[in-house]
């Protein structure tokens, strides 16, 4: 398959073609804008270690032959490695993202003038708060986390922009920074899931839905939720997580551990740090 300006992502689990990262050179937490970051301010990230962190990841990539497109970072901007949060791609359309936080912004900026530099095309006329982390795709299904970050409004423009999707709006805990934090769909069937991170009536929607992988509070805290489906049943999850992990090689999932542990600091792991252009 070519996949030069090609887009189209119509599931959380078909193998991943291309996809989109960033170094993590300038991480750090200077400004808490979630809960994970809170509890580490005092420890702060070590970027060098992030950064090498992240190359392993890159380099599981590569080596499952996956394009992937590296966008530049700048200082000052400490969350740009979560590539995930600024843009997201439904069906066969790229979205840019309109991010919560005012620190964010400038990212978004960076993520269009790379993709028109790379001749993909693009939509950027959300005007109400989204951001990729709380958006998922299923075939005709899209599920969106109602948080801090994304607003019922902006669901209602991506339904419109979307009209043969069904949508489904899922409220999440406060303490819940994105939907990826707290659910996460790994094939037609299957998904795991952190129950208390959402109200009684969206969990009972997904539980007819799918067989839900309970993940604990313990291995939640360690975005055990937040693992990276590239295809043919290959998971990328931390060493950490290992009930998570021990559990989808029980039901047949190829593993890959790599170690997360400085990046998820801050409050995003593998699916936080991938924007997915291209599954097929």
Known sequence: MQIENHIGCHSEYDELKRVIVAPATYMAITEVINETQKHYMHDNIDPNRAERQRQQLVDVLEDAAITVDQLPVKEKLNEQVFT????????????????????????????????????????????????????????????????????????????????????????????????????????????????????????????????????????????????LSIGQKRIISMPTNQHVNKTLRERGYDVIEVAFDEIIKSGGSFRCCTLPVLRA
């Open 84 to 227: 995930r949060d600024i843009g997201f791609t439904l069906a066969d359309q790229l979205f840019i993202a309109h991010m919560a936080s005012d620190i964010r912004t400038k990212e978004t900026t960076i993520l269009k003038e790379y993709l028109l530099n790379q001749a993909l095309p693009f939509r950027d006329e959300l005007v109400d708060p989204i951001e990729g982390g709380d958006v998922m795709i299923d075939r005709d299904r899209v599920f969106i986390g109602v948080s801090d970050r994304t607003s019922a409004a902006a669901i209602k423009q991506i339904a419109a922009a979307l009209p043969s999707h069904s949508i489904y709006p899922i409220t999440l805990a406060g303490d819940i920074l994105h939907l990826d934090c707290t659910f996460n769909i790994i094939s037609e069937t299957e998904a795991l899931i952190y129950r208390p991170g959402m109200k009684e009536k969206d969990l009972k929607k997904l539980e007819a839905m799918y067989d839900l992988i309970d993940v604990s509070e313990e291995e939640q805290f360690t975005l055990g939720t937040n693992v």
